[in-house]
């Protein structure tokens, strides 16, 4: 390996080691942080955490790590191979260690993916993130406190979390746009943005119908969000 890889490249290879490092350490806090917190009972539920990599080839792997380990985790988790009351508590809804085989899992399946695969070069992968974790999130919270007018397609949804998914999804999604252009990993455009706006919407509907409810929106918001995006980008 010291003769197939370049002093330049061995260097890179050192500061992507070390920021997987660094990233798995402040995921792992933030777990233990929401943990004590559920333990605590201060709140229900609760999901997510980037550091600077090269543009080496093995830079996306690496930066996968973290959630890629999640996915295992979830995995353990869910079929009840390993215990951990609190972790459970902090990333279900109903306490019930199976549902980690559900959203978390492909909560943390899609992150992995959009990682790995699309990285930080690919508008395709700030939109699943973006619309997952802000869009979807936002939605959620908004929806349980100002959500009472209801869709009519969906009584268990209403319009102030959808609008607000769609817009946390887009805003979301264009400030990414902005930060990865700020370093040159993307072009920035008009016609970008309108693509994120048309991802959003799309997502939102999508998540807004009852069939998100019954396949679990952190699939299909994320599915939605890739088929959507791989035709406008």
């Keep these: 390996m010291a003769e197939a890889i370049s002093l330049e490249a061995g260097g890179d290879l050192y500061h992507d080691l070390g920021s997987a490092a660094v990233t798995a350490g402040v995921a792992l806090a933030l777990l233990k942080f929401f943990e004590e917190l559920a333990k605590r009972g201060v709140f229900e539920q609760c999901s997510d955490t980037v550091i600077s990599y090269s543009s080496g080839t093995y830079a996306p792997f690496l930066a996968a790590l973290a959630p890629g380990i999640n996915i295992i985790r979830m995995f353990l988790l869910g079929t009840g191979l390993m215990k951990n009351e609190a972790m459970v508590k902090s990333m279900s809804r109903t306490g019930d260690y199976r549902e980690l085989l559900k959203g978390p899992l492909y909560y943390a399946t899609t992150i992995t993916f959009a990682t790995s695969v699309f990285w ?15 869009g979807d999130g936002i939605a959620d919270v908004v929806g349980r406190r100002l959500g009472t007018e209801k869709l009519p397609y969906n009584p268990n949804k209403s319009y102030a979390g959808s609008i607000a998914m769609a817009l946390a999804g887009f805003l979301a999604s264009v400030g990414y746009m902005h930060y990865f252009h700020t370093f040159g990993f993307i072009e920035e455009t008009w016609y970008m943005a309108l693509g994120f706006l048309a991802v959003s919407i799309a997502a ?18 994320p599915l939605t969000s890739f088929l959507v995006g791989i035709l406008l980008f």
């Design 120 to 134: 930080r070069t690919s508008p395709i992968a700030i939109a699943l993130v973006c619309n997952l974790c802000a």
């Design 204 to 221: 939102t509907l999508v998540e807004s119908h009852p069939i998100s409810s019954e396949l679990d929106d952190n699939l299909t918001v």
